[in-house]
RNA sequence: GCGCCCGUAGCUCAGGUGGAUAGAGCACCGGCCUUCUAAGCCGGUGGUCGCAGGUUCGACUCCUGCCGGGCGCGCCA
């Protein structure tokens, strides 16, 4: 409706004189919106003001112009002037309800559009290293990516998830020697953890694991372990130089049985995040291993290229990339002096696989902390020969958590963290997944356990459910009445909804593609969240205000017919959410 | 010090590429169940949109400078 009435804007200013408006006008100029105040009609268009300047006249004085000249419209039921110079549209009742006609009609798929058809895009989210359990903040980018590749499906994207594994590098030794430790004393070995290691109570249980599946067999004496190792952290050392000689310690003492205590470490790791993530609801094309990028030659390919264009250069014994050049603030290593890749090497090499693979928009999901990391990714990738503006990176905001009043400490440091397994057993999937996306993703996230977990009034949860379970409730009251539904008597009998609550409800439904179409041109799942609620909002107004199952059968089946949208929409909108819509509660 | 995000009602937050009297939930006050689930509805109280300038016919929205909060500035990831 809206494209209707830019392009009826548009034909009739083309239609007016040159002297009146200066021609032709830039379409981008013209755009209608919905209007707040159901007393300003519709729709409305502020073209007038717009271009008033450049047709050198007062804005009402265009408005007029334009309203008179209005080509004829079957939607338009009139147009009028308002304001400082609007142009407030009309829609006519048979028009309003073509929107019903089609959520009923097209069912699952009302709210989709063709609107990204074509593009290829990857979303990369969560990616958190394989290193411990997923955490709350884990979450919120979980619940948060994966309903913007709903949104973006439902848009006619083509969308591919992808879960990055950190399964190389620095923090899996760390964990592997953190596993092997726990595992030492649970064989009896009086060794003390090390400072800089993993804590959580889940490295125990790997430990446990390891200790069922391979018995003694890599157990080692203290003493041999412990021998010549530098001081820790607690005895006046350095924490990151005692584990790294740790981990060089347990290479040697173990040789093949290095890599077996990893293995089993990342698989149990791994195999506890596909399960918490499956749990919620979030799922992806495909795990993307860190570890095949150099088993693939993939990073050398990438540093050659660099190095051929020279964006590459040697200091202090490091590979550095000339990241200044392509807009950050300052070179980054990419191989250190000893030889070893940092953490952008590899992930660089990906993001240029993924170009590779042919994806046109490369979508980031990071956790806020991470946004000095861009201009260094983009900086890499525009090196490499692909455009810069490819790379789209979400940062996610915090998330706190407050029982009530009382906000729950997280220390990180001591694995003291809150897990996004407790918090789903705590308050339920679907409260979870609405909480994380009630709020813009730049915005600070307060979670409030208690408000999450009620089961009254206060929860907004329930709110949207229920208007769901509220059609289904009226259905079945229908049933057990032995009243028959009849859809065509009813979407023939549209016109009979004639009170303001229904126009209302109407009017609702009407926008949820326009909601669907911006929440993900905008990557603002909250979007959707505040129009379900909204939604509800106005069905239950109307529920309260007039009785669906009336003697009259026409205007009975109309009602029920408006009814069935709301739960239509309702449904389309948590299913994107990744929010169960409950037939009884 | 530099960079990114945030600052809107008592609390938590919405406010399309600038547009009409700044909205919602909760809290608070007052109404509505012999009728389809009251997890609901209706009404009311409540605001210098952090502060000060600037651009504009028009600024919560854009620009500059302050103030306050969060995060980041590793050969960590």
């Known amino acids: 409706m809206k494209s209707d009435l830019e392009r009826l804007i548009a034909d009739t200013l083309a239609s007016l004189p040159a002297d009146l408006i200066p021609q032709p006008v830039d379409r981008s100029w013209i755009s209608v919106e919905r209007t707040r105040d159901a007393q300003h009609g519709d729709f409305a268009s502020n073209i007038a003001l717009r271009l008033a300047k450049a047709a050198g006249r007062k804005p009402r004085e265009l408005a007029e112009a334009i309203v008179a000249a209005l080509l004829p419209h079957a939607a338009v039921l009139r147009a009028e002037v308002a304001g400082a110079g609007f142009i407030n549209f009309f829609i006519a009742a048979d028009a309003q309800s073509e929107a019903l ?94 400072d800089n290691g993993y804590r959580g109570d889940y490295v125990q249980d790997i430990g446990a694991r390891l200790k069922g599946a391979h018995g003694a067999s890599l157990q080692r004496p203290a003493s041999e372990v412990l021998a010549g190792l530098p001081p820790d952290a607690p005895a006046g050392g350095d924490r990151e130089k005692y584990v790294d000689a740790l981990i060089e310690r347990m290479r040697a003492l173990l040789g093949a049985g290095y890599d077996t205590v990893l293995e089993l470490s990342l698989a149990d790791m791994l195999t506890d995040i596909r399960a918490d993530l499956a749990e919620f609801g979030v799922e992806f094309e495909q795990w993307y291993s860190e570890r095949s990028l150099s088993g693939s030659g993939a990073i050398e390919r990438a540093l050659a290229q660099l190095e051929a264009q020279g964006n590459l250069y040697r200091k202090d014994g490091a590979t550095w990339f000339r990241a200044s050049a392509f807009g950050d603030d300052e070179d980054r290593v990419l191989t250190r002096a000893n030889g070893q890749h940092t953490y952008f090497a590899p992930d660089l090499a990906y993001h240029y696989d993924k170009r590779q693979r042919g994806f046109e928009k490369l979508i980031d999901v990071w956790g806020a902390d991470h946004h000095g990391y861009i201009p260094r990714m983009r900086g890499g990738i525009t090196a490499l020969g692909e455009p810069g503006d490819s790379l789209e990176v979400c940062l996610i905001q915090f998330v706190s958590l407050f029982r009530g009043a009382e906000k729950i400490p997280m220390g990180k440091r001591d694995g003291q963290f809150v897990t996004l397994r407790q918090l789903r057993g705590e308050v339920g999937n679907d409260a979870c997944r609405l909480f994380y996306l009630m709020r813009s993703h730049d915005q600070h996230l307060d979670f409030d356990l208690e408000l999450a977990k009620s089961r009254n009034n206060e929860n907004p949860v329930y709110y949207i459910q229920y208007a769901h379970a509220r059609v289904c409730s009226v259905m079945k009251q229908l049933q057990s009445r032995a009243l028959p539904y009849d859809d065509a008597t009813g979407l023939a009998q549209l016109p009979r909804l004639d009170l303001p609550a229904e126009q209302a409800v109407l009017t609702a439904i009407s926008r949820y593609p326009e909601v669907v179409e911006q929440a993900a041109r905008n990557r603002t799942p909250h979007a959707l969240v505040h129009y379900l609620r909204d939604l509800a909002n106005a069905f239950h107004s109307w529920y309260n205000a007039a009785p669906f199952i009336v003697e009259d059968t026409a205007l009975r089946n109309a009602r029920l017919t408006l009814a069935l949208g709301v739960q239509q929409v309702v449904r389309n909108g948590l299913t994107l959410l990744g929010v169960s819509a409950p037939e009884t509660m």
């Open 101 to 194: 006609r089609q959520a009923l009609t097209q069912g699952a798929t009302y709210g989709e559009s063709r609107s990204g058809a074509g593009q290829r895009v990857i979303l990369e989210f969560v990616s958190a290293n394989p290193t411990g359990p997923l955490h709350v903040g884990h979450g919120r980018q979980a619940a948060w990516g994966a309903t913007l590749a709903n949104l973006l499906r439902a848009t006619g994207h083509a969308v591919h998830r992808e879960y990055y594994i950190n399964d190389a590098g620095r923090q899996v030794d760390i964990l592997t020697a953190s596993v092997w430790v726990r595992y030492l004393q649970q064989c009896g070995e009086a060794i003390a953890f090390p």
